[in-house]
Nanobody, 119 residues
Framework: QLQLVESGGGLVQAGGSLRLSCEAFGSINNINSMGWYRQAPGSQRELVALISSGGTTTYDDSVKGRFTVSRDNTKGTVYLQMNSLKPEDTAVYYC?????????????WGQGTQVTVSS
């Protein structure tokens, strides 16, 4: 089992920065990829960024060059540094982790943290 606890959301003006953190509790040695999704009101949840256990990163085109995902495998923690924020980045941001067990791979989600960017 794994529990993900997010922090760092809030209200920021356009052009500003925020840093999200997500700490995993439980089977952190079994974590494969970690990352972030977001969901705006009336929209589907969408990928923001992923990072593998080896450090390979994937970003949605809309955040490339502005957001940076990183992780500390020893702490089971993933971060999202968000710079040059835009009003369209406003959403609830969810941390996710893919965990492997002998029975298969499972996805876990955090509770979400609100990011609001004012114009």
């Amino acid at each position: 089992q794994l529990q993900l606890v997010e922090s760092g959301g809030g209200l920021v003006q356009a052009g500003g920065s925020l840093r999200l953190s997500c700490e995993a509790f439980g089977s952190i040695n079994n974590i494969n990829s970690m990352g972030w999704y977001r969901q705006a009101p009336g929209s589907q949840r969408e990928l923001v960024a992923l990072i593998s256990s080896g450090g390979t990163t994937t970003y949605d085109d809309s955040v490339k060059g502005r957001f940076t995902v990183s992780r500390d495998n020893t702490k089971g923690t993933v971060y999202l540094q968000m710079n040059s924020l835009k009003p369209e980045d406003t959403a609830v941001y969810y941390c996710t982790a893919e965990v492997y067990y002998s029975t298969g791979e499972y996805d876990y989600w955090g509770q979400g943290t609100q990011v609001t960017v004012s114009s």
